[in-house]
């Protein structure tokens, strides 16, 4: 299937298909919206994707997702991603990354990216041997502005829905115990929230279990006696199957496209669940690209990631006042923004 007629094909500028047959690159690079003095932002993602179609879906999918966070941040960057297919053997893996460097490369600074799932810093410390259009590597980690974004969306949750305004006893689950929810978990805990948390990963496990987080296993997190779910591993873990057992009153995590298909927002909508809409809760990664390439330092990153709360607040409101899930008011209030800074699309 070529783009075009993918379901998930929202008229993005540029779709391509790359591969270096030497060291087994295959990938994918979507810039979904493209400003001529602007470049398009978005991580590069690495999985043992089981179809090409599946990729392409991801790349569509999460560059799409990319656009609308950076409308909903009030940053003028395009969306865009890049998807890497297949994990290499660990020989071949910095040829890979200097392969997805010398695609980043040609595409002119149009596309910047950085890491994402599956992608180290290493990785993209080899993906800078042939590019400079790499993000993230600045001072501001984009996982700790990830998590502290998070953070912002939990406070928001918790304060709409629960009607909590602080975080002391509140008792948080976290679905992947990676960057994000690693750093998330020490930051709740800090804060006085009782937090689970799960992944398949015994590493990741042992870190967050020293970091004082109670280890679920995975099935079972999701349907624990919680006030927050927090999914932080990879997207479509909100399904019917997942949502009819959930206890949480609040979903607030970092993974993108946590909904596995549009209509569970709905579902959770009538389930009196407030989901946090994952492309406002998960943007700290974007403020800290956005100001790696903008030189800002620390206190602008800070105020973009509290006006995340504004955002939300809207959100809401508007979810509320129309009586629709908020999935779809965020993205009635992205495509709204978009369309005024695209007028011609
Ligand atoms: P990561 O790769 O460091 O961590 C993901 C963790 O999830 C891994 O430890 C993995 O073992 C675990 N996992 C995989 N399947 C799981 C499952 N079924 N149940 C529980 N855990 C599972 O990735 P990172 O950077 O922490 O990102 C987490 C999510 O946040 C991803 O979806 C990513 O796209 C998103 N995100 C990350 C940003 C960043 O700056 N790192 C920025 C914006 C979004």
Redesign the pocket.
């Known amino acids: 299937m070529n783009a075009f007629e993918h379901p998930d094909f929202d008229d993005h500028a540029l779709v391509v298909e790359h591969t270096e047959p030497d060291c087994g690159l295959r990938m994918m690079i979507a810039l979904h919206r493209m400003r001529d003095a602007t470049p398009s932002l978005g991580?590069t993602?690495m999985l043992n994707y089981e179809t090409t179609e599946s990729a392409m879906r991801d790349v569509l999918r999460?560059s799409r997702g990319m656009s609308y966070k950076s409308a909903m941040t009030g940053l003028p960057y395009g969306g865009a991603k890049a998807v890497v297919m297949g994990v290499p053997p660990t020989q071949l893996r910095s040829q890979v990354f200097e392969a997805v460097g010398r695609a980043v490369e040609m595409l002119g600074g149009r596309f910047r990216t950085g890491?994402?799932?599956?992608v180290s810093p290493d990785d993209v410390s080899n993906m800078a041997h042939a590019t400079t259009f790499v993000v993230?590597t600045g001072p501001l980690p984009?996982?700790e502005?990830?998590a502290q974004g998070v953070m912002v969306a939990i406070r928001a949750g918790a304060r709409y829905r629960l009607n909590r305004s602080a975080l002391a006893g509140v008792r948080v689950g976290i679905?992947?115990?990676?960057?994000?929810?690693?750093r998330l978990a020490q930051l709740l805990i800090a804060e006085g929230a009782e937090v689970w948390g799960?992944?398949?990963?015994a590493e990741?496990r042992s870190s967050a279990a020293a970091a004082g987080v109670r280890i679920s296993p995975?099935k079972d997190?999701h349907a624990l006696d919680l006030d927050i779910f927090s999914?932080?591993?990879?997207?479509g873990?909100l399904s019917t199957t997942t949502i009819a057992d959930l206890r949480a009153r609040v979903i607030a995590?970092?993974?993108?496209n946590q909904l596995q298909a549009p209509e569970i927002g709905e579902r959770l909508q009538q389930r009196d669940v407030l989901y946090v809409p994952d492309f406002i809760a998960?943007?700290?990664?974007?403020i800290?690209a956005a100001a790696q390439l903008e030189s800002r330092d620390a206190a602008w990153a800070d105020r973009k990631l509290d006006e995340l709360a504004a955002t939300l607040d809207q959100v809401f409101q508007l979810a509320n006042a129309e009586e629709i899930s908020t999935s779809a008011a965020a993205e009635r209030i992205a495509r709204t923004r978009l369309d005024d800074l695209d007028p011609a699309r």
Do not use: E
Request: include cysteine; aromatic fraction near 0%.
């Open positions: 991580g993602r999460l890491v994402d799932v599956g993230g984009p996982a502005l990830t679905q992947g115990l990676g960057k994000v929810g690693l799960s992944d398949p990963d990741s995975l997190l999914p932080c591993a990879l997207g873990t995590g970092s993974a993108n998960n943007a700290g990664g974007l800290a």
